[in-house]
């Protein structure tokens, strides 16, 4: 059982910057496939950013691209989500995933309880 914990959510203006960090519970993490993925109210939630265990590996959905980073410490079982260039349409709950298998899709196996991020115009 793997135990995400997120945090570095906020309300910011459009334009700015937040880094999202996920820490793990478990030292087998890096042995996982980290996940970000967003849910804005009335929508289904979707997949933003995944690396694989050696970070070898990066996949992001095209509408951040260019705009956000997965980054991952496999020393401080954490993951990141960098941020920048913020736009509204990024205001969602953010969660972090982890599973045994790099995947864009809603199975993964391990989820944190998620980070409100606003981004206001």
């Known amino acids: 059982q793997v135990r995400l914990v997120e945090s570095g959510g906020g309300s910011v203006q459009a334009g700015d910057s937040l880094r999202l960090s996920c820490a793990a519970s478990?030292?087998?993490?890096?042995?996982?496939?980290s996940g970000w993925f967003r849910q804005a109210p009335g929508k289904e939630r979707e997949f933003v950013a995944a690396?694989?265990?050696?970070?070898?590996?990066?996949i992001y959905t095209d509408s951040v691209k260019g705009r956000f980073t997965i980054s991952r410490d496999n020393v401080k079982n954490t993951v990141y989500l960098q941020m920048n260039s913020l736009k509204p349409e990024d205001t969602a709950v953010y969660y972090c995933a982890a599973d045994p298998e790099l995947t864009t899709s809603r199975t993964f196996r391990y989820w944190g309880q998620g980070t409100q991020v606003t981004v206001s115009s």
């Open positions: 690396e694989s265990q050696s970070g070898g590996v990066i």
């Open positions: 478990e030292r087998t993490f890096r042995s996982y496939v």
